[in-house]
């Protein structure tokens, strides 16, 4: 299947939005559930180790949703054609 160079460029386009907003949702997610841990087990923790580990958190979610979505977008934009 063979695909437009515009249908490509519009889907890299939505997905890489699509990939911050979900890297940005899933780092607050993340940093929030430490933060809980950490406070529930009376546990120190600092603001950057939680920044920290709430990205990377962050980064697993959004590079794993990233291929799936842009396959998805892609025939979305081959059928719109």
């Given amino acids: 299947m063979t695909f437009t ?3 490509v460029e519009a889907a ?4 890489w939005v ?4 979900s890297l940005i949702l899933s780092g607050a997610v993340g940093g929030a559930a430490l933060y809980y ?5 009376k546990d120190d923790m600092t603001l950057p180790a939680g ?3 709430g990205f990377f958190v962050g980064f ?7 291929p799936r979505g842009f ?6 934009q081959r059928w719109k054609a």
């Fill in 37 to 41: 841990l950490s406070w529930s087990s």
């Fill in 51 to 53: 920044l920290f580990f």
């Fill in 12 to 15: 890299i386009k939505a997905t």
């Fill in 60 to 66: 697993a979610c959004a590079g794993t949703i990233l």
């Fill in 5 to 7: 160079q515009e249908q």
């Fill in 71 to 76: 396959r998805k977008l892609l025939y979305r």
């Fill in 18 to 21: 699509r990939f911050f907003r």
